[in-house]
């Protein structure tokens, strides 16, 4: 069952309720900030995981699995944010990437998005930037 893309997919475009024409409606406008062809990268602690993303296909490894699992993920843009879903071993993977400066409290490094990470029925907090739009401060802290 995949009700949680679901709910994600409700909350990132909530405001953008076609009119009859086909457009857009509210105040929001449809995220953009991250462009189709940009990899996408995501980290998190408290446990240690991270994801990238690139044209459909999500690799996500932790430090008990460095190697990682790789699997597909749906893309989807709502109001304020991106949405990317999928299943890894059975299990729900529903990504979300909002605009915002981000810290992971232990590397001194600025990422410019937020990442919200549903893995089957545990949420996971973390930070993301792209290919090209790279966190600041050291590369290897």
């Given at each position: 069952m995949r009700t949680?893309?679901?709910?994600?997919a409700a909350l990132l475009i909530?405001?953008c309720?076609?009119?009859?024409?086909?457009q857009?409606?509210?105040?929001?406008?449809?995220?953009t900030?991250?462009?189709?062809q940009?990899?996408i990268?995501a980290?998190?602690?408290e446990?240690?995981?991270?994801?990238?993303?690139t044209?459909?296909?999500?690799?996500?490894?932790?430090?008990?699995?460095?190697d990682g699992?790789t699997?597909?993920?749906?893309?989807?843009?709502?109001?304020?944010?991106?949405?990317?879903?999928g299943?890894?071993?059975?299990?729900?993977?529903?990504?979300?990437?909002?605009?915002g400066?981000?810290?992971d409290?232990m590397?001194?490094?600025?990422?410019?998005?937020?990442?919200?990470?549903?893995l089957?029925?545990e949420?996971?907090?973390g930070?993301?930037?792209?290919?090209?739009q790279?966190?600041?401060?050291?590369e290897n802290?």
């Open positions: 949680r893309p679901m709910i994600f909530s405001a309720t076609p009119d009859e024409a086909g857009a409606q509210g105040s929001a406008e449809v995220f900030d991250i462009a189709g940009e990899t990268l980290t998190g602690t446990p240690f995981w991270r994801v990238e993303i044209e459909g296909v999500a690799r996500y490894s932790t430090p008990e699995d460095i699992k699997f597909a993920v749906e893309r989807f843009a709502g109001n304020s944010g991106l949405g990317l879903s299943t890894i071993e059975g299990r729900s993977f529903d990504l979300m990437v909002t605009r400066d981000c810290s409290q590397s001194n490094r600025t990422y410019p998005f937020t990442a919200t990470l549903m089957g029925e949420q996971r907090q930070c993301a930037w792209t290919d090209r790279p966190f600041t401060g050291p802290p």
